[in-house]
């Protein structure tokens, strides 16, 4: 069964460091994708970016970037130069691809447990 | 454009009581997911419905939820006889089409059941 672990609960920096935060899936199909969204104490739910698993190019937005490794499978999110407006729940999500899993339960995501990241001024 | 709205934005109800509660999906949006989201379970899926079809209800926590969808567009999620381990918050979710596309999320109904 699919299953997404992320390890760090919560992790606390200074404004400016770089923070990393940890994803690592499991799966049956070798079609899938990732997700990463941002949970500011709004509540609401942000996507971030989508990564399928036929792309392993590694992402850059902004001070943004992700490394999606097939080998390891992992999928982790670094913050480069923190804000205090990047506090939030940052939760990663698989959902699996192959067309019978899909007619059986749609495009659902599994997330992963979510890590708080506290960004002190 | 508007994005996923959900009402009530928050919800208090009493055991034993029944609730609905509502999502409107991004105009066009085909695809339509709802989560739950509670301290103990984190976020979970809970149905999904293609048009105004929902294939698979094996998520739903238990006979007492229900849901459906009208005209391809708003969806009603409604909770019998609402137990305390209900409270949670219910998010719904959107996509432009079933397969691979992204899901936009609401900003979610609390519910809390006294």
């Known amino acids: 069964a699919q299953k997404v672990t992320q390890a760090q609960t919560e992790i606390s920096v200074v404004e400016k460091e770089d923070v990393t935060l940890d994803c690592v899936y499991e799966?049956?199909?070798?079609?899938?994708?990732l997700f990463w969204y941002k949970q500011p104490p709004s509540g609401e739910l942000v996507f971030l970016i989508r990564?399928?698993?036929?792309?392993?190019q590694n992402e850059i937005s902004g001070r943004y970037s992700w490394n999606f490794q097939k080998s390891t499978s992992s999928f982790n999110f670094t913050i480069t130069a923190s804000q205090v407006v990047d506090s939030a729940v940052y939760f990663c999500?698989?959902?699996?691809?192959?067309?019978?899993?899909?007619?059986?339960?749609?495009?659902?995501?599994?997330f992963g447990g979510g890590t708080r990241v506290l960004v002190k001024p | 454009g508007a994005g996923v709205s959900q009402s009530p934005s928050n919800k208090v109800t009493e055991k034993g009581k029944d609730v609905e509660l509502r999502c409107d999906p991004i105009s066009g949006h085909t695809a339509l997911y709802w989560y739950r989201q509670s301290l103990g379970q984190g976020l979970e899926f809970l149905i999904y419905?293609?048009?105004?079809?929902?294939?698979?209800k094996s998520g739903l926590p238990s006979d007492r939820f229900s849901a459906e969808r009208t005209g391809g567009s708003v969806s009603t999620l409604t909770i019998q006889r609402t137990q305390q381990e209900d409270s949670a918050v219910y998010l719904c979710a959107s996509s432009l089409e079933l397969r691979t596309d992204t899901q936009y999320f609401g900003p979610g109904t609390r519910l809390t059941v006294l």
């Open positions: 419905f293609q048009g105004n079809s929902a294939p698979d």
């Open positions: 999500a698989l959902s699996e691809a192959e067309p019978a899993r899909i007619k059986a339960a749609g495009n659902k995501l599994t």
């Open positions: 799966t049956r199909d070798t079609t899938y994708y």
């Open positions: 990564r399928n698993s036929f792309d392993e």
